[in-house]
């Protein structure tokens, strides 16, 4: 069954006008008609079957049957995203976009795109919010695709300083960032979350941009895992040279099946 995203379910014996962009590629795209079923999602984790009302370039759904309310799913696992915060630096093109797409696929909470001194893309010329809007409507096509029923937030892309200064972690939600020249010397994300797991609610794992850190990123970090004392740790993904998407999936697909674990 298609599906479509909705700001809010419709009420019983009432309708819900979908957005320009949802109605365009109902209609258009798609080629649907009137009394077609779907599933509406509301990114929240409410879903009901809904059939549709087209007139002209504009289209509503209405519940499958009148008496019908939203369906209930707060106890859905697909209604939940898991605790994790993936702090990438902007790749680019398609591996940026590549890289949002399975963010979702794999429950990320939240994806927060990083400026750092060695990112290619040129934010500044289309604006920040520019590129937040298009890597959310990446990530709602994602949503619609892969049975998810929680949207996944795109923030708008920050720079590096600026994130260690007004997203703080906490010990119970730490920051670990992956440091590709830390091998021998940090440990591995997987033992690290291994010894943490009792003790942490969710994580935000750092992944830097292709070419690494710089040296004063680096100095950076390490002074803030100085003073935050256990709410920020460098790891070590391995042995091998990752690309930035590799790394940044790599890291979320352990975190993942860390708080799966947590939760069966």
């Excluded at 289309?126 to 990446?138: P, V, Y």
Aim: proline content about 4%; hydrophobic content about 45%.
């Amino acid at each position: 069954m298609k599906r479509v995203l909705c700001d809010k379910l419709p009420e019983p014996h009432g309708r819900t006008e979908l957005s320009a962009s949802e109605s365009l590629h109902l209609i258009q795209v798609l080629r649907m008609k009137n009394g077609d079923e779907v599933e509406a999602l509301d990114g929240q984790g409410g879903v009901a079957h809904v059939y549709l009302e087209i007139a002209k370039d504009r289209a509503f759904i209405r519940l499958k049957v009148k008496e019908q309310t939203p369906a209930e799913t707060s106890s859905d696992s697909r209604a939940h995203a898991l605790p994790i915060r993936l702090e990438a630096a902007i790749l680019k093109g398609d591996a940026m976009e590549w890289l949002v797409e399975k963010a979702v696929e794999l429950g990320v909470e939240e994806l927060i795109p990083v400026i750092t001194d060695h990112t290619v893309v040129q934010v500044q010329k289309k604006g920040a919010s520019a590129f937040q809007e298009r890597w959310q409507k990446i990530a709602d096509q994602s949503l619609k695709q892969c049975g998810r029923l929680v949207k996944l937030r795109i923030a708008e892309p920050i720079a590096l300083e600026k994130l260690l200064a007004e997203v703080r972690p906490r010990t119970e939600f730490p920051r670990l960032w992956a440091d590709e020249g830390a091998l021998g010397t940090a440990p591995f994300l997987e033992d690290v979350l291994v010894a943490a797991s009792g003790g942490i609610q969710g994580v935000s794992i750092l992944i830097g941009p292709e070419g690494g850190w710089s040296s004063k990123e680096q100095e950076m970090m390490y002074r803030e895992e100085e003073l935050l004392k256990g709410a920020m740790q460098a790891v070590s993904l391995g042995p091998w040279i990752l690309r930035g998407e590799t790394a940044g999936l790599f890291a979320v697909s352990v975190a993942g099946a860390k708080f799966r674990a947590k939760e069966e």
